[in-house]
């Protein structure tokens, strides 16, 4: 499955984003849809995924509360909506793909999309 991820930018502290993670060449339909995210110098790190069939979540403790991933099934797109964004949040962030393992790790995703900016000014 090809990812396609967008809709990142510039905001202030407390601001909302919505990223999105659109699937080309098939259906997201038995797959896992994770967030990920990195900021400069450090390691990438894991934001959140959704089991696609079922709706099962996970989140990062850092962003418990205030972020929420969503599937669009007519869309074929998953979404990460960012509130209260802090300048912590700033990375780029990365949609990625793996077929019905729900996981934080990051190694086990097998299609990547390309990053997205995210940068929230204080």
């Known amino acids: 499955v090809q990812l396609q991820a967008s809709g990142g930018g510039l905001v202030q502290t407390g601001d909302s984003l919505r990223l999105s993670c659109a699937a080309s060449g098939r259906t997201f339909r038995s797959y896992v849809v994770g967030w990920f995210r990195q900021a400069p110098g450090k390691e990438r790190e894991f934001v959140a995924a959704?089991?696609?069939?079922?709706?099962?979540?996970l989140y990062a403790d850092s962003v418990k509360g205030r972020f929420t991933i969503s599937p669009d099934n007519a869309k074929n797109t998953v979404y990460l909506q960012m509130n209260s964004l802090k300048s912590e949040d700033t990375a780029v962030y990365y949609c990625a793909a793996v077929p019905f393992i729900l996981t934080m790790e990051s190694s086990r995703f097998t299609s990547w999309g390309q990053g997205t900016q995210v940068t929230v000014s204080s």
């Open positions: 959704i089991r696609w069939s079922g709706g099962t979540t």
